[in-house]
């Protein structure tokens, strides 16, 4: 059993930059695949960003812009988000999976373990 605990959202300005955190329990967090998604309000929950063994992937409107760190040490791992748009305000939801295949990372089905989620609000 996995734990996931968001943290980091907040208010910030179109352009602005913002790290969120999600911890995790459990002794074996490397093992875990782990996936970022958002949801705004009023439609459906989106793929972000992914990490699994050491390969990162990513939603074309975020690449360039966000990043998928992670500290095993500290079992967390960290959604970096630069340059943010209004329209990227959502509840964003860090997800963790122990086995998975690389080609079904973008789906929210695919993930065993979810966070309560954090806001992050972006206004122009």
Do not use: H
């Amino acid at each position: 059993q996995v734990q996931l605990v968001e943290s980091g959202g907040g208010l910030v300005q179109a352009g602005d930059s913002l790290r969120l955190s999600c911890a995790a329990s459990g002794r074996t967090f490397s093992r875990y695949a782990m996936g970022w998604f958002r949801q705004a309000a009023g439609k459906e929950r989106e793929f972000v960003a992914a990490i699994r063994a050491g390969s990162t992937y990513s939603a074309d409107s975020v690449k360039g812009r966000f990043t998928i760190p992670r500290d095993n040490a500290k079992n967390t791992g960290y959604l970096q988000m630069n340059s943010l748009k209004p329209e990227e305000a959502a509840v964003y939801y860090c997800a963790a999976v122990r086995a998975v295949e690389a080609g079904i990372l973008q789906r929210s089905s695919a993930y065993d373990y979810w966070g309560q989620g954090t806001q992050v609000t972006v206004y122009a």
